[in-house]
């Protein structure tokens, strides 16, 4: 089973920056898209971005759109999400999971393996 490890989070100023990682179980993430996923308290988890394993394509909710950038690192088995010009609206546990699907997934149901979430906290 596909395991995976969030890491990077913490309390950040509005406008700064933050670097997440998602650390993977498995030697390479050849056979699955990743994304990001956030959840504020009170609120439904929603899609942040995702990163095709097919071509590397990238797609972002609107709200992060300019801010959010996520890669991927293969041979680290990593994904990364550099959160830049952070609003204390992004404040919420994120969480990466992987998909099977080659691009474009933004739907929770649509994606298989899941990790436990870290927290990113923005003050004004």
């Known amino acids: 089973q596909v395991q995976l490890v969030e890491s990077g989070g913490g309390s950040a100023q509005a406008g700064d920056s933050l670097r997440l990682s998602c650390a993977a179980s498995e030697r390479t993430f050849s056979d699955y898209s990743i994304g990001w996923f956030r959840q504020a308290p009170g609120k439904e988890r929603q899609f942040v971005a995702g990163i095709s394993w097919l071509v590397s394509s990238t797609w972002y909710a609107d709200s992060v759109k300019g801010r959010f950038t996520i890669s991927r690192d293969n041979a680290r088995n990593t994904v990364f999400l550099q959160m830049s010009n952070l609003k204390p609206e992004d404040t919420a546990v994120y969480s990466c999971?992987?998909?099977?699907?080659?691009?474009?997934?933004?739907?929770?149901?649509?994606?298989?393996?899941w990790g436990q979430g870290i927290q990113v906290t923005v003050f004004s």
């Open positions: 999971a992987a998909t099977r699907t080659a691009y474009g997934e933004v739907d929770v149901t649509g994606y298989n393996y």
